[in-house]
């Protein structure tokens, strides 16, 4: 069964909030969603800023220890245009060339303006701060999870085990992503899409916009996982998501060791494969748990005879 949903509430944190929507595994679901700052499609604020949530989504018949897989079979702008904030973060410059970035850290910040084209497929800034610049229409979702456990409601700001503010630039559309179920339902939040996005969110946002994101959602054939998983048609990707950044790419790097045993790979052959094979991007290094993905080509797990997928 489709579902078309547009909320009435949203929320800036991910938890066991009561659910606006009840659906079966194997339906899917198109999800309307503000901007970070809380703008719909109209241009209007209708929430507070950060983050704020459509959802949560309860899926009947999963239980805590299942592992929900959620694929973006589209990603849509329902308005015609984003924004971003013309600068860098203090924290990814040298100390002593913070006086160097644009409107430092602290300061009052303006936005810039970028038009989608759909004729062409690109966004283009409107040149307020700097030059216009043209970039491909590079559709992604920031932020998305399930709820903790324990009843836990945790800031859309962050993220950890469960999902959140990931700012990955490949959750995009054709993703599978998987999340460990830790309360009846999953109770699937999702928001803060944007247009483009380098890696790792640098300057604080995307080309934020409001977006349609259309979902399946599916039990997933695996055992328990740790951390997020995913996969598109090249890669299988773990993420670990922590502060300091080595402690991310300590729990990627964990979490893809077991998943490749978990695609018949003994743990010496995962190791070396891993050893020679593996690439690393940033997903987050702006908010207060940093990001890291671990991902490794299908192709050669297919060349040496280990199960390269598990969508459903």
């Not at 938890?15 to 009840?22: D, R, S, W």
């Not at 959750?171 to 339902?185: E, N, Q, R, S």
């Amino acid at each position: 069964m489709h579902h078309h949903f547009v909320p009435t509430q949203y929320y800036r944190t991910i938890g066991t909030h009561p659910a606006a929507l009840v659906i079966s595994v194997d339906d899917t679901v198109t999800v309307e969603c503000v901007d970070a700052h809380g703008i719909d499609r109209n241009n209007a604020q209708i929430t507070p800023s950060g983050n704020p949530m459509s959802g949560p989504i309860h899926v009947r018949g999963l239980t805590p220890d299942d592992v929900i897989a959620i694929t973006f079979m589209s990603i849509e702008p329902i308005r015609n245009h984003g924004w971003s904030y013309p600068t860098l973060a203090g924290n990814v410059v040298d100390p002593e060339y913070i006086t160097a970035v644009p409107y430092a850290p602290g300061s009052a910040l303006p936005k810039e303006y970028w038009d989608y084209d759909r004729a062409n497929n690109t966004v283009i800034s409107r040149g307020t701060h700097g030059r216009s610049l043209t970039l491909p229409y590079a559709p992604m979702v920031g932020c998305f999870g399930v709820a903790p456990a324990r009843g836990e409601a945790i800031s859309t700001a962050t993220s950890g085990r469960y999902g959140g503010n990931m700012d990955y630039k490949h959750f995009t559309t054709g993703c599978t992503i998987y999340l460990p179920v830790a309360v009846d339902g999953a109770l699937f939040h999702i928001g803060d899409g944007h247009l483009v996005q380098g890696c790792g969110e640098i300057g604080g946002t995307g080309v934020e916009s409001a977006i349609a994101v259309t979902c399946a959602f599916a039990k997933a054939p695996m055992q328990r996982i740790t951390w997020p998983r995913a996969e598109d048609d090249t890669y299988l990707y773990t993420v670990g998501n922590a502060r300091p950044l080595d402690q991310a790419l300590q729990h990627a790097t964990s979490e893809m060791h077991r998943w490749l045993v978990e695609c018949g790979a003994d743990a010496i052959t995962a190791a070396v494969l891993m050893s020679q094979a593996i690439e690393y991007d940033i997903g987050n290094v702006f908010d207060p748990a940093y990001t890291v993905a671990c991902k490794i080509k299908k192709s050669l797990l297919d060349a040496h005879q280990l199960r390269s997928t598990f969508r459903a």
